[in-house]
Nanobody, 126 residues
Framework: QVHLVESGGGSVRPGGSLQLSCAASGLTYEYWCMAWFRQAPGKKREGVASFSSDGSTAVADSVKGRFVVSKDSNKNTLYLQMNDLKLEDSVQYFC????????????????????WGQGTQVTVSS
C-alpha cells in the first residue's frame, strides 16, 4: 500500500522560504512519477512540479525560478523548496504519485494520479 505524507507547511512572510517534504512508502514499481499540486478553496487544482524516476523535473511557469523540486531516493522523499514566496502561493499543497513516467508538464493536471497525500497548508502573509 502506497502512503504519501506531506510536511513542512506553515506561515511565512512574503519573500520568505519553506521546504515541503513528501515521505513516500510502498513505492514498489521501478518507475514512478511524483508531483506537487496546489489548490485554493473553490479553485481548480494546479500542477506545481513533477519528478520522474529518471531524474527529469519540471515546474510550472508561475513558480519557475522560485521553486525547485528534488528527491532523496535513499529516504524516498520528494521535496519542494519554495523561495521568494508570494501572497498568491498561499494555498494547500499536495503530493501525488503514479507508476510510470511523468507526462509532459502541460498534461500533468489531467493525469490520473493513483496516490495522494493529505496536503499541507502554506500561508504567506505580511
Amino acid at each position: 500500500q502506497v502512503h504519501l505524507v506531506e510536511s513542512g507547511g506553515g506561515s511565512v512572510r512574503p519573500g520568505g522560504s519553506l521546504q515541503l517534504s513528501c515521505a513516500a512508502s510502498g513505492l514498489t514499481y521501478e518507475y514512478w512519477c511524483m508531483a506537487w499540486f496546489r489548490q485554493a478553496p473553490g479553485k481548480k487544482r494546479e500542477g506545481v512540479a513533477s519528478f520522474s524516476s529518471d531524474g527529469s523535473t519540471a515546474v510550472a511557469d508561475s513558480v519557475k525560478g522560485r521553486f525547485v523540486v528534488s528527491k532523496d531516493s535513499n529516504k524516498n522523499t520528494l521535496y519542494l523548496q519554495m523561495n521568494d514566496l508570494k501572497l498568491e502561493d498561499s494555498v494547500q499543497y499536495f503530493c501525488a504519485a503514479d507508476p510510470g513516467t511523468c507526462p509532459p508538464f502541460r498534461l500533468l493536471e489531467h493525469h490520473p494520479f493513483d496516490y495522494w497525500g493529505q496536503g499541507t497548508q502554506v500561508t504567506v502573509s505580511s
